[in-house]
């Protein structure tokens, strides 16, 4: 993921203060929303393709620290690193397979 966010468009449910768009490498069709739900105390990430959202994830307040600890140590790494190829090659082509095959499901390459 670059990291880079979603361009701050109402999208499929209008955003609160609380919730951030997130937009994938791949292109704003791909998308994650990170909502805060201060009633539940707790953080639903959401993955949209287009106007759907395809999958959710609750994330308790007690795993956030985790989380956000994991995304810290790989952004320090990140700076103490050389640059790196954005997807592992072999031969030339691409060492991630086309098919996702616990999914059943046709990757865009």
């Given at each position: 993921m670059s990291g880079a966010a979603?361009?701050?468009r109402p999208g499929p449910a209008a955003s609160g203060p609380s919730a951030a768009w997130f937009a994938d490498d791949r292109?704003?069709?791909r998308r994650l929303k990170v909502t805060w739900h201060p009633q539940r105390r707790m953080f639903v990430l959401s993955v949209w393709h287009r106007d759907t959202c395809t999958a959710?994830?609750?994330?308790p307040l007690g795993e956030a620290a985790r989380l956000v600890s994991t995304l810290v140590e790989g952004l320090g790494?990140?700076?103490?690193?050389?640059y790196a190829p954005r997807e592992p090659e072999v031969g030339g082509r691409r060492a991630w397979p086309a098919?996702?095959?616990h999914l059943g499901r046709w990757?865009?390459?």
């Open positions: 979603a361009p701050e292109g704003v069709e959710t994830f609750r994330l790494r990140a700076a103490a690193s050389p098919r996702i095959p990757r865009r390459g």
